[in-house]
Structure formats: structure tokens, C-alpha cells
């Protein structure tokens, strides 16, 4: 499997951001998701989504804010991000997983990583 995320950038606060993440695989995976790591801190798990399904799960920090879905013909994943705060401020990483969870919280990681990119807020 492999995972290409790209759309990060320099946003104001309020603004908005679309994350994109084109994977490429022999076997599809059961889950794709966002997760997030700013400097100096412990990476986050943000979001995911069922490739099969319409399954979501968010982090409490993003819902209402953030939305993540897919198009399976492009084999891509978005992450529409509205609202941004100063805080959101960070690498997101693209992921990507065989494994099935009853309630989609991959907080402690998935099995296949992109390269992240770049999101900055400014106050």
C-alpha cells in the first residue's frame, strides 16, 4: 500500500483546508484515516473512514469542523478542514489499515503511513 497526501498549506485562522490522500494498493484496506502530529507533541489520531462503507469516527477535538470522505474509482481520501484554529497547527499523515475495529478508533495507529504534510494556522 501506498499513500500520497498532499493540499497542505498556510491558512488563517477560520480559514479552510483540503486534504487529499491518493493510495495505491493489490488488496484494498478496510480503513483510511488522518492523523496528526504537531512539534513537540504526541502524534493524533484524527479520523477515519470505512473504504467500503460509510463508517466515520473523529476525534472530539475536530468534529463539526473536520469531515473526511472518498472516492473509490480515484482510490483518494479528503480531508475537508473548516474552522481552523491555531491549534490545528501540524504534520498530518495520511494511514491506512487491513484490520477491523468495532468502533473505528485507530488511536494507537494503522498499519500503512504516507508522507505527511504541512498544515499551518496563523492567528
Known amino acids: 500500500v501506498q499513500l500520497q497526501a498532499s493540499g497542505g498549506g498556510l491558512v488563517q485562522a477560520g480559514g479552510s483546508l483540503r486534504l487529499s490522500c491518493a493510495a495505491s494498493?493489490?488488496?484494498?484496506?478496510?480503513?483510511m484515516g488522518w492523523f496528526r502530529q504537531a512539534p513537540g507533541k504526541e502524534r493524533e489520531f484524527v479520523t477515519a473512514?470505512?473504504?467500503?462503507?460509510?463508517?466515520?469516527y473523529y476525534a472530539d477535538f475536530v468534529k463539526g469542523r473536520f469531515t473526511i470522505s472518498r472516492d473509490n474509482a480515484k482510490n483518494t481520501v479528503y480531508l475537508q478542514m473548516n474552522s481552523l484554529e491555531p491549534e490545528d497547527t501540524a504534520v498530518y499523515y495520511c494511514?491506512?489499515?487491513?484490520?477491523?475495529?468495532?468502533?473505528?478508533?485507530?488511536?494507537?495507529?494503522?498499519?500503512?503511513w504516507g508522507k505527511g504534510t504541512q498544515v499551518t494556522v496563523s492567528s
Open positions: 494498493w493489490r488488496t484494498s484496506v478496510y480503513v
Open positions: 494511514a491506512a489499515d487491513h484490520r477491523v475495529t468495532d468502533d473505528l478508533n485507530y488511536k494507537y495507529g494503522m498499519h500503512y
Open positions: 473512514i470505512t473504504w467500503s462503507g460509510d463508517n466515520t
